[in-house]
């Protein structure tokens, strides 16, 4: 109604304008007409002189399980408080009692974030929020977020199982864990990439926020504002059944929350039907590692020790075997695993087996031989990395006997190299690991080869200091990022070692009898991978061996979180790394490769091909592409809790990621509610002044617009 109030106003007003003689009123209209364009041009020029926005952030988002949440999340239109810097603990007592300006938007110092600290400013309504840095260096007495038993409950050992090892009662494995990021907080909590906007934000608050001869600083106050309002709530049981609700009963659903999942990655030494299923009496040895990590932000799992070394050195000892000229005549065949979302209670492994016992997937439990596992391979004290097994199916007579000569046939494959392999003890419960899930199954022989005895060495566990410092690559200054890539480190020397150790014991294993001393891991492809997966994706090598439609993927800065949405840059990478390194590149055309079907001779159900971008042609910027068939494969990585429905499970993972609207953060400089209140007001004086004005005047147009009548013409 006000809209066609205002247009019929706008009409009268116009009408009366038509005529020529009074020229004010078309200027008046020209001016009406100006003053609205320039509001809607500048609209956005005012927001840029009112808000600095924070464009390299990584938030605190909320994940959920059967039986609760964790993470942060922000009020549903952010949360705002005036900016405080916490560089030390006493700092703490400003904003928790003296600050005369609450709620504070905390820059946190990264040595101060930890449990302590944040405990204390989780039981005040004094914060409503935090902006933490990055630490630098990392703390030198270690950062871990995670548990102290990770994954607990979801392994073999239970009431029923190994009873004295379950709860991680033998052995304490992270000491450092924290469990910060399994806590629930109910304000917004980013972290600072970026150290020039960081230093934006302790100049502001320099400019205008320090407090001054003892007593509160005066307005106009920088501060922060912070949006991470997340849609699930209480639990994924919860979020699960209204996700359900809607996309049953509305036609727009609104799904609130995300099953973790993605894909394992997989391959064979020798080909198999992948849709079909595998002789009984074959035998095949599994090999096996994680290639995902966690932090307590979203999405900044750098993962270097807990996953990247492992899975490198995998990687590399699969290239090693592939290479050996008998493979295809070894009696039992290998396969490469990567798990995908071990970090939350094992949703690959435990999909794979579930899929085994199913009939779901080409192998059964019953084709299984044996069992060997990387796991955190890169920080050895004095070159020792340690052989863990089950003591509670070694007891079982049949499986001791094979448990001994698999480890046997390990430790005589490190006679002669730089790596020396020894039991961790009989005593010693199988760590956190893969090959937990497959027990729970059934007794199958199996290692876990750890840097650790016990605790692990890793101080940095599932947290952003987990980095390529961590396990101490380091690189001569002045490198050019192609000769950084091709730059062999002394971490990559000592990880191809352990591959080499691996697959010549694999090969033994498989039943190899020819000399082992040919079985040799590539350092420079071991450097390549940790450059790739550790410091920059977006790389010649990578760039490379990926299919062109695909090369979005390749971000600058490599983070290996599992997401909801699949597949991540971490299993694209892992999957065309392996068909780059076990492969071979065929003759065949474009056409050919992407349509193998047509091929007679391509054998479709057991090779997988990959038409790849290839490398730059050296005398032009085009590139050579060519086809690339391998056994490697994908297999779905999402917890059967999902498949089965059954949101409360514990026996299976139930972790969901909450989904969100947006996700950013700005400062700006605010000033005192006094004036706020002075300013809403004479505001609203203004508005009523005009809407009695245009009033008034939309009243009387007819008289204040009225044409004068000539004088000429008067009629008689």
Known sequence: AGRAWGSRGMEGAAGSCRAPLPAWCGLLRGLLLAVLAAGSCQGNSVERKIYIPLNKTAPCVRLLNATHQIGC??????????IHVVEKEEDLNWVLADGPHPPYMILLDGSLFNRRVMLQLKGTSRVSGLAVTVAKPSPPQGFSPGLKCPNDGFGVYSKDYGPQFA????TVWNPVGSGLSYEDFDFPIFLLEDANETQVIKQCYQDHNVPRDGSGPEYPLCAMQLFSHMHAVTS??????????QSTFSINPEVVCDPLLDYNVWSTL????SSGKVDPEKEVIIVATRIDSHSFFWNIAPGAESAVSSFVTHLAAAEALHKVSDGHLLQRNIMFTFFQGETFDYIGSSRMVYDMEKDKFPLRLDNIHSFVELNQVALRNDSILWMHTDPVSRMNESVEVQVRNLLDILSNSSVGASVTLQEAGYSQPLPPS????????????????????????????????????????????????????EYVTDT?????????????????????????????????????????????????????IIKPDIKGILGDVPQHYVAVSSPVNTTYLVQYVLANLTGTVVNLTKEECLNPDKTPSSEKEMYEYAWVQGS??????????????????????????????QWGSTEYST????RWKEIRARIFLVASKELEIITLVVGIAILIFSLLATYFINAKADVLFSIPRDPGAVAY
């Open 236 to 245: 994924t049981v919860t979020c699960m059944r209204r996700s359900s609700l």
């Open 167 to 170: 709860h991680c009662n033998k």
């Open 73 to 82: 999340q922000s009020s549903i239109s952010g949360d705002t408080g005036v």
């Open 616 to 645: 730059l042609d050296p005398n032009s910027t085009s590139r050579v592409p060519y086809c690339v068939r391998s056994t490697v494969h994908l297999s779905k990585a999402l917890s059967p809790a999902f498949e089965l429905r």
């Open 492 to 544: 990559a020397k000592s990880l191809a070692e352990v591959a080499t150790v691996v697959a010549r014991a694999l090969y033994r294993l498989a039943g190899g009898a020819n000399n082992t001393s040919a079985i040799q891991a590539d350092p420079k492809t071991v450097s390549r991978m940790l450059y790739g997966f550790l410091i920059k994706m977006n790389n010649s090598w990578f760039q490379s």
């Open 655 to 658: 972790w969901t990621e909450s």
């Open 434 to 485: 893969s090959f937990q899930r497959f027990l729970r199954a059934r007794h199958i022989p199996g290692v876990v080869l750890t840097d650790h005895k016990t605790a692990f060495q890793n101080r940095y566990y599932q947290s952003m200091y987990d980095t390529p410092e961590n396990i101490r690559m380091q690189y001569p200054e002045g490198l050019s990022p192609e000769e950084t890539l």
């Open 270 to 273: 020798q080909p198999i039907n």
